[in-house]
């Protein structure tokens, strides 16, 4: 794995070949996210977006590459022999990177319903690859309605970083709604309107959280720890933005290392218990 992630004690309960598989696909994931995330590539430069759409292109070429069988990057030669191994679908990958163009394409939107094909197109899709590795088929909503959370999540962690790069998730008709301009956001400073802004986007994400819970196909439930390790790392990261007032304007919110350890022994003690019972 090329870098840290809230991941990596969610990886440590697969079996090994599941384990390799994912490091593979998330690291061609991360490689493809990476090519809008300089500082350069923003909708405000010309010259930046002409160059992140041509890395984004020489992605497809490798998603390619790796399904004809001769990948010519790093992360591609890593992921090529788990897409035979797993049967993975390719249009996961390809939908993937179109979601990460869009941050080519926009620097906000209007509506959750536009925010909403975002969240599905660069975090619901890596949910349905993870499907297939995990062997749990049967559980798209499951996969769909958890990435959205987890996205969602993350949007209201990186607000500030994100308003850095000149990109504002939170759809502009909350911040009417609250009368919150992204001049206030940028500015840094919580006010009460903010403040409730951000809430009413927690409650948004613990409303996926739910509907990603009740969507789990029992039969599927010992195949999905590795998800459900994930959410509750996520939730518990959801949790510590609330503690702190909803204040992601001047911190970064973090789930500690070693919480993140105690939440995922947590959940596969209590998987096991479920098992045994």
């Not at 994912?22 to 493809?32: G, H, K, P």
């Not at 390790?229 to 702190?244: K, V």
């Not at 070693?258 to 947590?266: H, K, M, N, V, W």
């Amino acid at each position: 794995m090329s870098r840290p992630t809230s991941f990596y004690y969610a990886f440590l309960v697969l079996p090994r070949d599941q384990r390799e598989a994912m490091i593979a696909v998330w690291d061609f994931c991360r490689a493809v996210d990476d090519t809008v995330d300089e500082p350069t590539v923003t909708t405000a430069n010309a010259e930046g977006v002409g160059a992140g759409k041509a890395s984004l292109e020489a992605w497809r070429t490798e998603l390619e590459r790796c399904y004809a069988g001769h990948p010519h990057t790093p992360q591609g030669l890593r992921l090529e022999p788990w897409l035979r191994r797993f049967s993975l679908s390719r249009q996961p990958f390809a939908d993937l990177i179109d979601g990460v163009e869009m941050d080519l394409d926009r620097c906000s939107y209007s509506t959750f319903d536009e925010l909403y094909e975002y969240c599905w197109r660069v975090a619901s899709t890596v949910g349905l690859i993870c499907l297939e590795i995990f062997g749990a088929r049967d559980a798209r909503d499951y996969a769909i309605n958890l990435g959205v959370a987890l996205q969602l999540t993350n949007i209201l962690r990186d607000v500030s970083a994100d308003l850095e790069r000149g990109r504002v998730y939170l759809p502009l008709d909350d911040l009417e709604r609250f009368d919150v301009s992204t001049s206030d956001l940028g500015a840094g400073r919580m006010t009460d309107r903010i403040r409730e802004l951000l809430a009413f986007e927690a409650g948004r994400a613990r409303d996926y959280y739910r509907r990603a819970r009740a969507a789990m196909p029992a039969h599927d439930r010992g195949a999905l720890l590795a998800a459900e390790i994930m959410a509750a790392i996520y939730r518990a990261l959801l949790r510590q933005i609330e503690r702190t007032g909803y204040d992601v304007l001047s911190r970064r919110v973090r789930v500690s290392r070693r919480r993140q350890l105690i939440i995922a022994l947590g959940t596969w003690l209590g998987a096991r218990l479920h098992v045994a019972a």
